[in-house]
């Protein structure tokens, strides 16, 4: 499609910056990541006077813009009466996550209402769920500031599970700030399961969602049999943050059986969080 209107694509890592070349020579086969990208696109724009790069999660001024998401919701359960009791997305980067929940929030902390917010990440990149909150670059080269944040180390590359807006290894310092203050909680799904509420989900409501909101669907789908057990009534506020057009392949091998649960390796983590910077505090 970006051919289609005369872009011209490198895959990530790709041997046109630096950074890539010194990912394909370690691993060959590597099957990069958000890290990755951010890394070559900086290098590309700190290389390039007439280009400008601007990163489209993590960062402050992104969550703010996404909060318009939050907005709308909240108009919209007024104007069927409702509240939510439980709100939950899915999370990768955190911006859509933040977008939808940070509205909720400022209006919790007011004393208006009083939902349980939860985050959904893939089990195979969980930096909210196992990561360390500590000072760690956004990109896998290190080009980029540090960020106190939920990190699984910025030489992590997650499996390539087929939420590729999911796989990064960090969290955005708004939520992971957030949730270490106790306004949300945090859960990691296998993608098998994501795939199977996927299909009930698409079979129910007539939308196939990306691979990315799946995550939520599910968490969706297990506090509704919670509820069907309890007996309780719930509002939930899901975000279905994207169509899956363009990932048709990735529900052509859960079809046919071809998809595995991808879990990180405790090994992997730990070897990639003790190469995060060592921040003295004054």
């Known amino acids: 499609m970006m051919q289609t209107w005369g872009a011209k694509v490198h895959p990530s890592p790709s041997n046109i910056t630096k950074a890539g070349t010194k990912i394909l020579q370690m691993d060959p086969g590597s099957p990069g990541s958000l890290g990755i990208a951010i890394s070559e696109a900086v290098e590309i724009a700190a290389k390039n006077p007439d280009t400008k790069y601007c990163l489209g999660s993590v960062l402050n001024h992104v969550l703010l813009h996404q909060t318009v998401i939050g907005e709308e919701c909240i108009q919209q359960m007024e104007a069927i009466g409702e509240t939510p009791d439980v709100i ?3 999370t990768g980067g955190g911006s859509n996550f933040a977008g939808l929940s940070f509205p909720f929030i400022r209006e919790k902390l007011r004393g208006k209402i009083n939902p349980l917010i939860k985050a959904v990440e893939p089990a195979a990149c969980p930096s909210l769920t196992k990561g360390l909150y500590a000072y ?3 990109d896998t080269a290190g080009l980029t500031p ?3 944040m939920h990190t699984l180390g910025h030489d992590f590359i997650p499996d390539p599970i087929h939420a590729g807006g999911l796989r990064y290894h960090g969290m955005a310092p708004l939520i992971s700030h957030v949730y270490e ?3 949300m909680e945090a859960i990691a799904i296998p993608q098998t399961e994501c795939f ?5 989900f698409a079979r129910t409501e007539g939308l196939i969602p990306a691979p990315e909101p799946t995550h939520a669907i599910a968490a969706t789908i297990r506090e509704a049999l919670h509820c069907k057990e309890t007996g309780e009534a719930k509002v939930i ?3 279905m943050c994207g169509h899956g057009h363009f990932d048709l392949p990735a529900y052509e091998k859960y079809l046919q059986g071809k998809i595995v649960d991808l879990s990180f390796g405790e090994e992997k983590v730990q070897a990639s969080l003790a190469n995060i910077p ?4 004054s």
Not at 196 to 200: C, P
Not at 278 to 281: A, G, I, K, L, P
Request: charged content about 10%; some cysteine; overall charge positive.
């Open 136 to 138: 760690d670059y956004g």
């Open 181 to 183: 203050l106790g306004f």
């Open 237 to 239: 506020l899901m975000a």
């Open 146 to 148: 540090l960020m106190k």
């Open 88 to 90: 939950i997305g899915c």
């Open 278 to 281: 060592r921040v003295m505090s």
């Open 196 to 200: 199977q509420a996927a299909i009930q």
